[in-house]
């Protein structure tokens, strides 16, 4: 971190390969941050859920930073704090790359595979791990170290993995000619299913595999036979039947937190798919009722 913040680390845990803080950050309205490492890092933050301050990507574009961040080794991060002071606490995992390489048997060096900056990653296998491990490093239990190392490797992986990083070379081949390969599908997966509230775009995809739209759409159709934005609806209503069921929230907000801009639009969509109104699914289930058409 640059001067302007301060940090301070309340716990720590190393293993082999890695090292795992728990920090507290302070920085001041407006201060200049530039953040780098020796090491792959990946920093989750633990409170707040959002922050101000901004990364500056290039000149005159900025982007926020999510809750989960993925800093390959050597690569500099800019931001530029808000007109306020904040405070974060936040997971950070330090991973030496000979060891990552050595676990997970991919080869780090490849220039047609780079690992690149993610301020905003979405993965719920890494998210689950983070969760677990900060729990381990508040609040230690028997083995608390072995369990730490073990969510490590666990994690080293999934970045792998997230990053198609494992056969770079049969993923290029597969992804230009016939489709996507296991470990792409998979991190499209993991991508679109890590979200709670709203639903993911094709873009927001995209950028995640680091590929167009289009040719997104492409592949995921000659990999699947159905197309990417039919599997982001099927999910959508799996979720919505999910809250139906699992909870008395209304319709309003059933809908706001599945990212339809309004409850007309949610019944429309959920009447195309599941052939019945949210009411009358909500009705229906809860009665134990078979309608028969």
Known sequence: MGQSVQSLVLSEVRTVGARFQVVDYHW???????????????R????????KTKACLQAGKQAMFGQLMLHPAGVPTHAHAANEQ????????????????EVTGADFSRSDRPLTPSLDLHNADLEHALRRLT????????????????????MAVDIVRHFGMRHGSEAAAGDSRIGLSAGRFRQIRDYIMSF????????????????????????????????????IEELRVTRAKEMLLDSNLP?????????FRHPSAFSFAFKKAAGESPRAFRDRCATGVTFVN
Not at 44 to 51: F, V
Not at 86 to 101: S, T
Not at 139 to 148: D, R
């Open 251 to 259: 319709l309003k907000v059933i809908s706001y937190k599945l990212g």
């Open 86 to 101: 904040e405070n974060v606490r936040a997971l950070v995992c330090l991973f030496d790359r000979e060891w990552m390489e």
């Open 135 to 154: 729990r381990e490093m508040v609040e230690p239990g028997f083995a608390s170290n072995l369990i730490a190392e073990s969510l490590g490797a666990s």
């Open 44 to 51: 989750w933050r633990i409170r707040p859920y959002r922050i």
């Open 28 to 42: 001041d309205a407006g201060a200049e941050i530039e953040d780098r490492e020796d090491a792959l890092m990946l």
């Open 196 to 231: 709670q509230d709203g639903t993911p775009t094709l873009a927001g995809v995209a950028g995640q595999c680091g590929v167009s739209v289009a040719h997104l759409r492409r592949i995921y159709k000659a990999t699947t036979g159905h197309t990417l934005h039919h599997f």
